[in-house]
């Protein structure tokens, strides 16, 4: 079975998962859009995908109008790819995926007798929270997969966070389509 795992961000990556052999890189991009011709090979060159699975795209705080923007084009230009070459794939959101592989949630509450926060300190607790989940990310794809090197060049020091999450989009999907965990 080949599934692949797809996080659409410019700082995202892609997956490849066949028989528990695991392939990622990060997303190949050109004039700031990922490459579709390069993502073309990548996803039919060693057999096609029995199922794809690409992270919806959210709007978080902070984003600017043409971030938002840039992020839903990225999207649509992969699903059009997909489309275009007849590849089945599904869409899921990254706290339904993340649930079913145990990793912590993206919403980050404060209790209810929490002091009041100035913008700073919100930006920072937020800014925290999200450094919190991609490190259980990336220890989660290090535990599945120890012998696969996450990081995007020999010469980086650390691990990619988009290739951690596009190898846990393939396992889940894989996972889905097995029957192991539900969406």
């Known amino acids: 079975m080949i599934t692949f795992g797809i996080d659409p961000g410019l700082d995202g990556a892609v997956a490849r998962l066949e028989d528990g052999r695991l392939c990622a890189r990060v997303m190949p991009t050109l004039d700031g859009h990922p490459d579709l011709a390069d993502l073309n090979r990548f996803?039919?060159?060693?057999?096609?995908?029995?199922?794809?699975?690409?992270?919806?795209?959210?709007?978080?705080?902070?984003?600017?109008?043409?971030?938002?923007?840039?992020?839903?084009?990225?999207?649509?230009?992969?699903?059009?790819?997909?489309v275009g070459l007849g590849i089945p794939y599904t869409e899921v959101q990254s706290k339904a995926w993340k649930k079913a592989m145990g990793l912590p949630s993206s919403s980050v509450s404060r209790g209810k007798d929490a002091p009041p926060e100035d913008a700073k300190q919100k930006?920072?607790?937020?800014?925290?929270?999200?450094?919190?989940?991609?490190?259980?990310?990336?220890?989660?794809?290090?535990?599945?997969?120890?012998?696969?090197?996450?990081?995007?060049?020999p010469r980086c020091k650390n691990r990619h966070d988009g290739m951690c999450e596009a190898a846990l989009l393939a396992e889940y999907i894989r996972r889905v389509l097995c029957g192991q965990v539900t969406r």
């Open 43 to 82: 996803l039919v060159d060693d057999g096609r995908p029995e199922m794809v699975v690409i992270e919806k795209p959210e709007v978080r705080p902070g984003l600017s109008p043409t971030s938002i923007l840039t992020i839903g084009q990225n999207h649509g230009r992969i699903v059009g790819l997909l």
């Open 123 to 153: 930006s920072a607790r937020l800014a925290k929270a999200r450094a919190e989940r991609k490190d259980a990310a990336i220890a989660l794809a290090v535990q599945l997969y120890p012998s696969f090197d996450f990081r995007p060049s």
